[in-house]
């Protein structure tokens, strides 16, 4: 009876509070996991289920930081809704239109508001005063999106190290520098454990990216570089490729779609590849001896494990920074002219890894000098977060006593 009550009761206020849109295919699940009370914490997240990536590398840095204070995931799909509810133990609201979000906002007390990407809804979010929002992001790259004028809508940017602060400061034509928090990367502070591959032979990653939401963002060797690179890795017999697509591969290009969908059929014949299409990539570098990597995030996570590692030039895109990608003095670069040599330029690497200095100089830039076996960085997140709630509680108090002596 009492649960009959509760549920009874959640339902109603669920109605008065948020009305989401397709309220009638929640379920008792998705009613019971709405809680709204002593939540100081919201992470907002608007992308579709193919880039839940970007949210689901935060999870476990998420029930650290809920472990003291309470954290609620609001999000605008109904899709990452569900994906949500099936995998995690968080509270999540389901604010489909900007009058739920508001209507979430306005009878809570969010205190820090979180964003993982730059997505257009962010800036419905972004009209709450109440709270401070912060740019936590999904990876640290030398794509453009990871310098964006986009920062400066935010109250704070959480970013990995100085390479991330230089980026900011040598791109940006007016920026804040103080609004910049080096945190580390506590995403390799929770690496999930995996089998090794059941072979003899060198295990070599290709992990390309995808094209991009527009031209000067399409960094993905695939369309170009890539039928070649895992041709003659498949037909090198000292060789075994494991492919991992990036999720949102081909998803506004139909040649790169096919391509990969033309890729990931040939492997799958293979004896000695594998297809990867979901999971934790850092949980893959244990286990392969090289990799190749456009450019992206995944390359800088690499850089922890000390490998060699090999990039594929299409750095000329980014026709809009000032500053070089640093990036590239850590690792070989491929491209069309010399695509011939690639086995040559593996085998070389795996012999003698003849960047290893220069890519220590670079791994200290862009992930800095925390422990990460001690977890520092998961530590500088939470107490981040924990000194911006107390800003926020005193900047809220100090604009209440200006409007007393107002009146």
């Known amino acids: 009876m009492l649960n009959t009550i509760k549920k009874y009761f959640v339902t109603n206020f669920l109605q008065r509070k948020i009305r989401p849109s397709h309220q009638s295919v929640m379920d008792d699940k998705s009613i019971e996991n709405f809680k709204l009370s ?60 900007q009058k739920d979000l508001m209507h979430t ?69 007016e920026k804040d520098m103080k609004k910049f928090i080096e945190i580390g990367r506590p995403q390799l502070e929770h690496i999930p454990k995996i089998e090794p591959f059941l072979t003899k032979r060198k295990v070599i990653l290709y992990a390309p990216t995808w094209e991009g939401t527009h031209d000067s963002m399409n960094y993905s060797s695939l369309d170009t570089l890539g039928f070649s690179i895992v041709k003659q890795i498949l037909e090198d017999d000292r060789y075994y490729l494991v492919y991992k697509p990036h999720p949102n591969m081909g998803i506004n290009d139909k040649e790169i779609k096919k391509i990969n969908q033309k890729i990931i059929k040939k492997l799958n014949k293979h004896p000695h590849a594998t297809v990867i299409k979901t999971g934790d990539i850092n949980a893959l570098y244990t286990h392969i001896d090289l990799a190749i990597f456009d450019n992206s995030a995944v390359a800088i996570d690499y850089l922890y494990v000390d490998k060699p590692m090999i990039l594929t030039d299409m750095f000329y895109k980014a026709v809009d920074r000032q500053s070089q990608p640093v990036i590239k003095a850590s690792s070989i670069m491929v491209s069309l002219d010399n695509l011939e040599h690639l086995l040559e330029i593996i085998q070389r690497e795996l012999e003698s890894d003849t960047l290893k200095l220069k890519r220590d100089k670079v791994k200290e830039y862009v992930l800095g000098t925390n422990n990460y076996q001690k977890k520092e960085s998961t530590f500088k997140f939470i107490t981040s977060i924990k000194d911006i709630i107390k800003k926020r509680d005193r900047l809220l108090d100090e604009l209440r006593r200006y409007e007393h002596k107002v009146l």
């Not at 476990?60 to 999000?75: G, H, Q, T």
């Not at 005063?129 to 809508?153: D, P, Y």
Request: glycine share 4%.
């Open 38 to 97: 002593g939540y100081e914490v919201a992470l907002h997240f608007n992308a579709p289920i193919s880039s839940i990536y970007q949210l689901e590398q935060w999870i476990p840095i998420l029930k650290e930081l809920d472990k003291d204070i309470k954290v609620v995931l609001i999000v605008r799909r109904k899709s990452t809704f569900d994906w949500l509810i099936n995998n995690t133990d968080f509270s999540i609201i389901f604010a489909h239109t």
């Open 105 to 173: 906002f306005e009878e809570n007390n969010f205190k820090c508001i979180l964003y993982v990407n730059h997505g257009v809804q962010n800036f419905q979010s972004l009209a709450y005063r109440n709270a401070l929002h912060v740019h936590i992001n999904h990876g640290e790259s030398e794509k453009t999106s990871t310098f964006s004028n986009q920062v400066n809508a935010y109250n704070y940017i959480f970013i990995v190290a100085k390479g991330a602060y230089d980026k900011y400061r040598f791109n940006l034509l």
